[in-house]
């Protein structure tokens, strides 16, 4: 599916996360609007008291805004919302699934007036691009918001009402924030509850032991357990690409484990604990617990065999309920779990998710009042109202600890994301990205790793290939452009 593909962290008593964005500069008269003076606000303007901004400048926000498989629907209702309650404040909404090429574009014509306000962090140049531009001052720093009281929360700041680890682990540079999480999803097994409840099969396995068990019980009832898509066999990095930092902190190497990853260190891919996730996965494809014929699958057929049952499991990512919405039978019922690499119930289960990024940036030269009103709406996207209506709606995770609280909000959750909202109330589970600190230098050695990467996992998975030799393979290539980038 057209879906975010940098994003970090998320959650435990909920879930959550995705995206939103919005833009630019200009009152209605076409006029660039000038900052407010705080000298001759007081007594001679009238302002909002939460926000100290002036009611009677109009200011007009340009956005380029990334319509991608959430659609516009949610961002459209969180506009709306602000500016009922902000009646100067209008946006100027560039809508498009190449809206990177549109930023690019832009970026590349070093014009600021014509730039966006606000944009959704997405780049033709990927996580390299967007970190170049921030390293060469282009964007707004938004640290002041983590301190902020949110809208529909007076006395509690930004950064305490988020779910754990979203404002600790939240990626900065040079010590500050560019882009918010007010959203995200999680990725994992998704499978039909009311099929696994009629055959009696294990819904949550609390060891790897168990879950090779449940797979044998799958199988034994001529079902094929676990299917992914191998046209876009990164899928399966769903399931196995954290399960390293799960060894590790069973091993008690965590935090070494963690560094060495995020900063780009070796051992990378022939690190021990990651040799031990791809030997399970292989381990898997030689008890025939994947399809025949998988290396052919698109994501939305693989998706299709668990709502047709013919098989049981899909790696995949919480957004598969709106995806399939048009093809999911009566009865159906979205399920979740992860695989469990522990011996023992009481360890921790690691989710991949998207939270960390996401949220809109801001360019940074634009007029003052323009950028405190696109950061008051990038405060507005953490309201409640705002997060269910994204979940209800987009099937956005929420990033609020406190969206649960209301059980009418829960009730209006799309059953998928529920669902992993469910497994981490049994669970002790642990949500983090792949996301990186250190960006390495574009090197065709790397690309090389990519396309063997992607060409070679589905016959790891069947266990047609050794995952040792593979990982050796890309071990080369990688540490090949990492030596080029010391020189």
Not at 357 to 383: D, V, Y
Request: aromatic fraction near 12%.
């Amino acid at each position: 599916m057209n879906r975010w593909k940098s994003f970090s962290v998320l959650a435990t008593a909920l879930l959550t996360f995705a995206v939103a964005a919005v833009g630019c500069g200009k009152d209605e008269s076409g006029t660039t609007a000038k900052p407010s003076d705080p000298a001759g606000a007081a007594g001679q303007k009238e302002v909002y008291p939460e926000n100290g901004l002036p009611k009677n400048e109009k200011v007009t926000l340009k956005f380029g805004f990334w319509e991608n498989g959430y659609g516009r629907e949610w961002i459209d209702n969180a506009i709306q919302s602000f500016t009922k309650k902000y009646p100067n404040v209008k946006f100027d909404v560039t809508y498009s699934p190449k809206i990177n090429t549109v930023i690019s574009t832009k970026v590349a014509a070093n014009n600021d007036d014509d730039m966006f306000d606000i944009i959704s962090p997405s780049f033709t140049g990927g996580d390299n691009e967007k970190t170049s531009l921030i390293l060469a001052g282009k964007f707004e720093p938004l640290d002041d918001l983590w301190e902020r009281e949110l809208p529909d929360a007076p006395g509690k700041k930004l950064k305490d009402m988020l779910i754990d680890g979203a404002y600790k682990n939240q990626r900065r540079f040079d010590n500050k924030t560019y882009d918010l999480p007010m959203g995200g999803y999680a990725t994992g097994l998704f499978f039909d509850k009311a099929f696994f409840e009629k055959n009696g099969w294990n819904q949550n396995p609390q060891t790897w032991d168990e879950f090779v068990k449940l797979l044998d019980d799958i199988k034994a009832k001529g079902i094929v357990p676990l299917t992914f898509p191998g046209i876009y066999a990164t899928y399966l990095d769903y399931g196995f690409a954290l399960k390293r930092f799960e060894l590790a902190e069973i091993n008690g190497t965590l935090d070494k484990a963690l560094s060495d990853y995020k900063n780009q260190k070796l051992p990378n891919y022939m690190a021990p604990e990651n040799v031990e996730a791809y030997k399970r996965l292989a381990e898997l494809g030689k008890k025939g617990f994947f399809p025949q014929g998988v290396s052919a699958l698109t994501h939305t057929q693989s998706q299709m065999q668990i709502l047709q049952h013919k098989a049981a499991m899909v790696f995949t990512g919480d957004w598969v309920q709106n995806e399939m919405k048009d093809s999911v039978p009566d009865g159906f019922k979205w399920g979740f779990m992860v695989i469990p690499f522990g011996t023992k119930p009481e360890q921790t289960k690691w989710i991949q998710n998207g939270t960390g990024s996401g949220g809109m940036m801001i360019w940074k030269n634009k007029p003052e009042l323009n950028k405190k009103w696109a950061k008051e709406f990038n405060l507005w996207l953490f309201t409640n109202d705002v997060q269910a209506f994204n979940n209800k709606n987009a099937g956005i995770l929420p990033i609020r600890k406190d969206f649960a609280d209301d059980p009418k909000r829960l009730e209006q959750m799309q059953d998928a994301p529920r669902s992993v909202l469910e497994y981490t109330k049994k669970n002790k589970t642990r949500f983090e990205t792949l996301q990186k600190d250190v960006v390495l230098d574009p090197h065709p050695a790397h690309a090389q790793v990519a396309k063997i990467y992607k060409e070679q996992l589905p016959d790891v998975a069947l266990g047609n290939k050794d995952p040792v030799a593979f990982l050796e393979e890309l071990e080369k290539l990688f540490k090949e452009g990492l030596d080029a980038q010391k020189k």
